[in-house]
């Protein structure tokens, strides 16, 4: 989350503004800090997808069982360049309604979006429960169940287009994010280059 605010302020006060984003967070120590003894980051356990292929990875947050929430998610491509990133501060709710809402912004984004219709992508989560629902495996809650059946028509209606768990360790990007939104630091919708 540091490197992810650290290359936002670089990248918004001129000082790499003409850099992508990505390579920015990537490349930071060599990009935005001078003379600084920089440790190496644990590799992060997030699998790329196919060439071919786009990952949205989306979380919700929320501080404590009703307490503030925020959504997060990312859209990255096979070599790790960011397409679109999210992250927004949703109200007080539980933690399986902000996962829902973080999966139903990225519904949107993608539908929204007409150089991604057609792309295969993939939205993973790391809540089995809040995929399931969406999957129509299971029955969600009656305070989403609008918001579900809005992502089971998402998913009807783009070919291409699924929703997988992932573990919570190879999704800590989009942890950030939602927890960014949680704290009610502002939203942020950030595209990156489509071609």
């Not at 009807?156 to 939602?178: H, T, W, Y």
Request: proline share 3%; net charge neutral; hydrophobic share 40%.
């Amino acid at each position: 989350m540091i490197k992810f605010r650290v290359a936002l302020w670089f990248k918004n006060h001129g000082k790499g503004s003409e850099v992508d984003l990505s390579l920015l967070i990537l490349d930071l120590s060599e990009r935005c800090v001078d003379l600084c003894s920089v440790k190496p980051n644990r590799v992060s356990a997030w699998i790329p997808p196919y060439v071919s292929d786009l990952s949205f990875n989306v979380d919700g947050s929320s501080r404590g069982n009703r307490g503030d929430a925020g959504i997060g998610g990312i859209l990255w491509d096979f070599s790790s360049k960011i397409i679109c990133l999210f992250f927004s501060f949703v109200g007080v709710m539980d933690a399986i309604t902000a996962e829902i809402l973080a999966i139903h912004r990225a519904c949107q984004l993608i539908v929204g979006k007409q150089p991604l219709q057609g792309c295969l992508i993939t939205i993973f989560s790391d809540l089995k429960t809040a995929v399931s629902w969406c999957n129509g495996e299971d029955f969600g809650s009656l305070n989403v169940v609008n918001l579900v059946y809005d992502i089971r028509q998402y998913l009807l209606s783009c070919v291409g287009f699924q929703i997988k768990f992932m573990p919570r360790e190879s999704n800590s990007f989009a942890d950030c994010l939602a927890k960014n939104g949680s704290s009610r630091s502002g939203d942020r919708l950030e595209w990156g280059d489509l071609s």
